[in-house]
């Protein structure tokens, strides 16, 4: 049985609703809020595992409610509009994944599991921090360190090893990589190999090793 709380925000009450029965279905605790307000009271109140988040809310929006709780708890975007411009917004700000209204609600709950399954990993993210291996991020001061040594990165390579920090084990295209740390497609796919390599170098003596998938992309995995 799983204990682990959800907190569901949205404006519409047939949504919560049929969102929270899944999640209590699939064993969790369900919270849940209408507006941006109560969300985040609940959120410091609360300390859910998950918040499954609408973007469009009265009060602060889900971008706005975001970007104050990156780093503190992991969120699951619910958003009715179908620009690429929203979901990479709320992945730059923090969200850890997405999904598109109408869905599918065995799919949410999918989705919701294996952010925590992710969240669970020899990783831990807490008050704006990453830990992998030796390496620690600090999210909100833009500054990375193996055995406590600062390791000088550039804005995007700070972004990009945030990317994978964030998703440890698992691969990602250089698509995706570019939408994640540099918030468009449209640089060339060269720009995340280029990046790949010099974070390569600084992450000597991080216990963690970019590896390369042929035909696929990237990912960051613990060195053995």
């Given at each position: 049985m799983n204990d682990s709380v959800v907190l569901v925000a949205d404006d519409d009450e047939h949504t919560v609703e049929l969102v929270s029965l899944y999640l209590r279905r699939a064993g969790y605790r369900v919270e849940t809020?209408?507006?941006?307000?109560?969300t985040l009271?609940?959120?410091?109140?609360?300390?859910?595992?998950?918040?499954?988040?609408?973007?469009?809310?009265?009060?602060p929006?889900?971008?706005?409610?975001?970007?104050k709780i990156r780093g503190h708890v992991p969120v699951l975007?619910?958003?009715?509009r179908s620009s690429d411009i929203d979901k990479i917004a709320g992945l730059r700000l923090g969200a850890d994944d997405y999904v598109t209204k109408p869905f599918?609600?065995?799919?949410l709950v999918a989705r919701v599991d294996a952010i925590l399954r992710r969240a669970r990993t020899d990783r831990q993210v807490y008050l704006g921090r990453l830990e992998l291996g030796h390496l620690v991020m600090d999210l909100d001061c833009h500054e990375a360190s193996i055995h406590g040594q600062v390791v000088p990165l550039t804005p995007k390579e700070f972004d990009l090893l945030a990317t994978f920090a964030r998703f440890p084990n698992v691969v990602l295209d250089r698509d995706?990589?570019?939408d994640l740390a540099w918030g468009t497609s449209f640089y060339a796919l060269?720009?995340?190999?280029?990046?790949?390599?010099?974070?390569r170098e600084k992450l000597k003596g991080s216990g963690l090793r970019i590896e390369t998938v042929w035909g696929t992309?990237?990912?960051?995995?613990t060195e053995v």
């Open positions: 809020a209408f507006d941006g307000e109560e009271r609940k959120v410091w109140e609360s300390r859910p595992a998950l918040v499954v988040l609408d973007i469009m809310m009265p009060g929006d889900g971008l706005q409610i975001c970007r975007l619910l958003t009715a599918n609600p065995d799919e995706r990589l570019l060269r720009t995340v190999d280029v990046h790949v390599a010099r974070l992309g990237y990912r960051l995995v």
